[in-house]
Every structure is written in C-alpha cells, then in structure tokens.
T-cell receptor
C-alpha cells in the first residue's frame, strides 16, 4: 500500500538508449511532479503536471518528456540518454490545494 | 540568488541531545510554505514538517519543531532527543505563492550524524 511508487528502482543502460520510469500514486492526488537529484544531492524540479496543465522547467532538455495516461500515473520518458543524465529521479504528488508533496522512493539511473 | 540556503554541510549530535539544523530562505512573495524532508541512506524522501508563511505558531510534529523567524527569513529545524535513526540528510524546501501546482525549491542539505 505504498503511497507513491516508482519502477524500476535501479536502471543501468547505455548511452543513446531510450528508457522510461514509471510513477504511480494511490493518494487520489491531482498533481504530480518529477525531480532530479544529482551526485551532489541537489534536488531540482523537472516537471509539474495536473490533468490540465504541464509546467516544464526550462532547463530540462526536450529529450525528457512526461506522459500521464491517467490521474494516478506520470511516467518519465528519456530519449537518447547521455552520461550526464545519471542521477536519482524522484516522482512526487500532492493535491492542488494541499501543502505537502509526497515523494516516491526514487529511481537510480546510471548511464554508461 | 539561492532561494534556500543551508549553511551546514554536516552536523554531529550526541544521542538524546537536541540539534538545530539551519535554513534561510529568499522570496519576495508574501505567501509561501516551508518544508523539511529527511533522506536516510536508503534514499527515500520523507516529509517531516510544514510551516506556512501566515501561520502564527511554530509548527511541531512529535520530536520535530520548526523555529520560524519571519523577519530573519529563517526556518530552522529542531530535533529533540536525537535517536540513532535520525542520522540522515535533511533538506529544507520552499514553495512560493499559494498552494497549488507549485514546485519546491530545495537547499543543498545537511548531513546529520547521531553519535551513540
């Protein structure tokens, strides 16, 4: 009964590949997010999305794209992976008018 | 300018003692929210405590309290009666504007080590 879940937990892949990370929340929230945590532990927002609006951090390359099949899911697709994409990716969710974002366990991506 | 500043890369505290983790923030928006998250070595991000900019009282959650000093723009986390399980990275974060699909801005974190 995990509130926010992500799969896979670990992802090791070659440069140039395309990969996806899945995120699901069972909290009934209407807003979901993707964050990137770099090797220095710094967390930065990539996207926020509710069923009406996608807000993209302008620093995110267009190789990254979020896809939401329904309100409970926000998957992250990454095309043409690069070495610098290696990081931990966190999904989070909140209610639009609530105060707290709840995070998934993270996906550790390593690009070789 | 950094929106959230955590000046302590690492802190040590003796078990059962209290410890304060510093956080200062920078915003011109009158409405904002301040958060603390804990990241243990297992990697997950655990929500600890929240303070709204209009809240009159300092937030408390069990052994966690947030020392909110609005004029100084500081939101320090106080952990009382430290336990070995408190050893982790602690992140301060801020949401600007009223609650909504607003992103969190994170500080660089403080690594807390509790000594037996």
């Amino acid at each position: 009964d995990t509130a926010v879940s992500q799969t896979p937990k670990y992802l090791v892949t070659q440069m140039g590949n395309d990969k996806s990370i899945k995120c699901e929340q069972n909290l009934g929230h209407d807003t979901m997010y993707w964050y990137k945590q770099d090797s220095k532990k710094f967390l930065k927002i990539m996207f926020s999305y509710n069923n009406k609006e996608l807000i993209i951090n302008e620093t995110v390359p267009n190789r990254f794209s979020p896809k939401s099949p329904d309100k409970a899911h926000l998957n992250l697709h990454i095309n043409s992976l690069e070495l610098g994409d290696s990081a931990v990716y966190f999904c989070a969710s909140s209610n639009l008018f609530a105060e707290t974002q709840y995070f998934g366990p993270g996906t550790r991506l390593l690009v070789l | 300018a950094q929106k959230i500043t955590q000046t302590q890369p690492g802190m040590f505290v003796q078990e059962k003692e209290a410890v304060t983790l510093d956080c200062t923030y920078d915003t011109s928006d009158p409405s904002y929210g301040l958060f603390w998250y804990k990241q243990p070595s297992s990697g997950e991000m655990i929500f600890l405590i929240y303070q709204g900019s209009y809240d009159q009282q300092n937030a408390t959650e069990g052994r966690y309290s947030l020392n909110f000093q609005k004029a100084r723009k500081s939101a320090n986390l106080v952990i009382s009666a430290s336990q070995l399980g408190d050893s982790a990275m602690y992140f301060c974060a801020m949401r600007e504007g009223v609650a909504g699909a607003n992103n969190l801005f994170f500080g660089t974190g403080t690594r807390l080590t509790v000594i037996p």
